[in-house]
């Protein structure tokens, strides 16, 4: 893997922590929507890497993009495009995750958090300039269903993904 240059959010500014715990609340309330009985789901916006600007993005061929951020064999990518549809992917991958019985919010309180967590990504992050959905094949997980996203703003890298457990 190529190395990483930047710093985590873990020592980022006050501010940037604000809104790092912000996503992390969001992510908080919509995972507990969509937890039931033997059925949990998780999601997590890790790692945050700072980045040095936009040449990050015209200069950095995909797969070093990819890899700045995912460090399990990455077996596919799908570019996101136009990339400001990247919530809806998101919602569907989060719809994909459902209880078998389904959430315990309806759909329009499901669809309101996922909404305001992919606004809480960005204002974390900054306007997604770029974005992919990656299959990995993680090593040594157990989740049933996982989905993994690399969002790419002007001043961040970051690793979403969503697992779900039965």
């Not at 020592?11 to 039931?36: F, G, I, K, V, Y």
């Not at 789901?41 to 980045?51: C, F, H, M, T």
């Not at 606004?119 to 299959?135: H, M, N, Q, W």
Request: hydrophobic letters at 45%; a negative charge.
């Amino acid at each position: 893997m190529g190395k990483k240059t930047g710093h985590s959010c873990d020592h980022a500014d006050p501010a940037d922590r604000s809104l790092l715990s912000a996503a992390a609340n969001a992510a908080l309330l919509l995972e507990e929507t969509m937890w039931a009985t033997n059925h949990d789901v998780s999601i997590g916006l890790d790692p945050v890497i700072a980045l040095d600007g936009e040449l990050f993005i015209r200069r950095t061929p995909l797969r070093d993009r990819i890899l700045r951020v995912v460090t399990d064999p990455v077996v596919d990518t799908v570019v996101i495009k136009p990339v400001s549809r990247w919530p809806e992917h998101f919602r569907s991958a989060v719809r994909r995750m459902s209880p078998p019985l389904g959430p315990s919010a309806h759909d329009g309180v499901l669809d309101a958090l996922i909404d305001d967590y992919a606004r809480d990504v960005e204002s974390l992050l900054g306007t997604i300039r770029f974005a992919a959905k990656v299959e990995i094949q993680p090593d040594g997980y157990y989740a049933n269903i996982w989905d993994d996203f690399v969002l790419v703003s002007r001043t961040h890298a970051a690793r979403l993904s969503l697992s779900a457990t039965d």
